[in-house]
């Protein structure tokens, strides 16, 4: 049924694009009799336009983990407030483009900053191709702005750090030695239900292993408060470690790199990926060059057409 319905949305894609299609090309005739505008067969031209680049970009998501949904987690970096103000900023940037998706967005772990913003927040997102549309984002994001949170009103700069995995589901066969395995409870903070506070429903599960990337004995540590119970919370947190450790599969078998290390950059200048500069109004990434001067839009989760450009250039 899941490949069924995978195939059945290419079908439903190559048939709106050859209706839209079809469509420009009756609009452009009825045009040369004068019985259309050229305004008309310019949105004409533009709705067929988005659905084939839409399509287009689906096609570069060709690898198996590209299907699944996706874990993201954000890491405020250098910059104090400023960086943890700028981690809630993208949190609820990503939230914005998950309902513009239509995807399921659950919140397993986040620490508040202490005057402002958040620490780090994991997002677990479902939906078809998340995790391929996502993987784009994985980096340092940079942020200029005159900050709120100085007094002399200068202009700052922060950095908060993207990591995006695939979310594993019941396709993929990752094994776990619970020998290697160690758990911790701990009360949930936050406003919630009758036992948040009360009981230990949070969990820290611990995995030692040999990573193989590195070869190199290692350790996972995830942690998980999104339920109101300690099982629950203790299902979800073996997802999301059997997703990390499926990520490190994938980089071993793609040989991007001999150490995990080596791909991480420091959260601070020179790495970023992409750079969101509110005072000059334009967003930029790195990689691709593409920029927008709607920061606003951006900030309101429509980073399609960045996503939309990484694609293009680096389908692999």
């Known amino acids: 049924m899941r490949k ?11 048939n709106e694009v050859k209706t839209a299609t079809d469509e420009l090309q009756l609009t452009y005739d009825f045009f040369r009799e004068e019985v259309t505008t050229e305004e008309e067969v310019d949105e004409a031209f533009r709705h067929a336009l988005g659905l084939i680049e839409t399509l287009e970009m689906k096609n570069m998501l060709s690898h198996e983990e590209d299907k699944l949904g996706a874990v993201i987690k954000i890491v405020g970096g250098a910059g104090g407030t400023e960086a943890q103000d700028w981690a809630q900023m993208l949190f609820r ?10 995807y399921k967005c659950e919140i397993t772990n986040i620490q508040d900053g202490e005057e402002a913003g958040i620490k780090t927040v994991t997002m677990q997102i479902e939906g078809e191709m998340a995790y391929g549309y996502l993987k784009s984002e994985n980096g340092v994001h940079r942020l200029v702005r005159v900050s709120p949170f100085n007094a002399q009103g200068k202009r700052m700069t922060s950095f908060t750090s993207v990591y995006v995995v695939p979310l594993v589901d019941d396709t993929i066969e990752i094994e776990i030695n619970p020998a290697n395995l160690t758990w911790d409870t701990f009360r949930s903070s936050g406003a919630g239900g009758q036992n948040v506070n009360k009981v230990e429903t949070g969990v820290r599960c611990h995995y030692k292993f040999k990573n193989p990337v590195t070869d190199l004995m290692d350790e996972i540590v995830i942690e998980n408060t999104e339920s109101r119970s300690q099982f629950g919370n203790k299902d979800n947190a073996i997802r999301l470690l ?7 599969e994938l980089e071993k078998r793609r040989a991007e790199t001999a150490k995990v290390e080596a791909g991480k950059k420091k959260i601070e200048w020179g790495s970023q990926i992409r750079s969101y500069v ?26 399609d057409a960045f996503i939309k450009a990484y694609l293009m250039e680096f389908p692999e």
Do not use: P
Request: charged share 30%; aromatic share 12%.
């Open 4 to 14: 069924v319905k995978e195939l059945k949305n290419w079908v439903v894609g190559y």
């Open 242 to 248: 059997k997703s990390q450790l499926y990520e490190l």
């Open 278 to 303: 509110f005072d000059d109004r334009r967003v930029k990434d790195h990689r691709t060059n593409y920029q927008t001067s709607n920061v606003q839009a951006v900030m309101d989760g429509d980073i």
């Open 93 to 102: 940037m990503y939230q914005r483009w998950c309902e513009r998706q239509g």
